[in-house]
Structure formats: structure tokens, C-alpha cells
């Protein structure tokens, strides 16, 4: 099982923080189209993944235990 972080924007479309579900040998672009089925309203275009606390690409492959990150864009003064 992989943990999956949403943080500001995301986790209120959510509803939660964080989801547990199962990415194992998965991109981080099919996990975007997985997640963004469920939850159609969900921004993920234009969000930053993190894997492990590292930023990640859409090519990138998901590991058993992983811990994903959708992070929005940020502004302020």
C-alpha cells in the first residue's frame, strides 16, 4: 500500500489529508489518471508530486510503501 499526501486546495476536494492505496510498479502519470477519476474535480495538472520527500516526474515509477505527495502551486507576498 502506498500512502498519498494532498495538501491545501487538494486535501479540501479530498476531504482528507491523505488516502492509502495500492500504486505499487504504477507511474506517477497513471496515478494522477487514477486518482483524478475518482475525483474529477481534483487539480492534479498543476500540481508538484513528491515521492519519498522527493520531487518526482510523471515517468517516474511508484515503489511498494512509497509515500506520494500532490502539492499545489503556491503564491503570496
Not at 495538501?7 to 491523505?18: C, H, N, P, R
Not at 481534483?42 to 510523471?58: G, K, R, S
Amino acid at each position: 500500500m502506498n500512502k498519498i499526501l494532498f495538501f491545501a486546495a487538494l486535501k479540501e476536494v479530498i476531504g482528507e489529508d491523505s488516502l492509502e492505496m495500492d500504486l505499487n510498479g504504477k507511474t506517477v502519470k497513471e496515478a494522477k489518471s487514477i486518482l483524478q477519476e475518482e475525483f474529477p474535480a481534483l487539480p492534479l495538472a498543476v500540481a508538484m508530486t513528491a515521492i519519498n520527500e522527493e520531487f518526482a516526474f510523471d515517468e517516474d515509477v511508484i515503489k511498494k510503501e512509497d509515500i506520494i505527495a500532490f502539492i499545489p502551486p503556491v503564491s503570496g507576498g
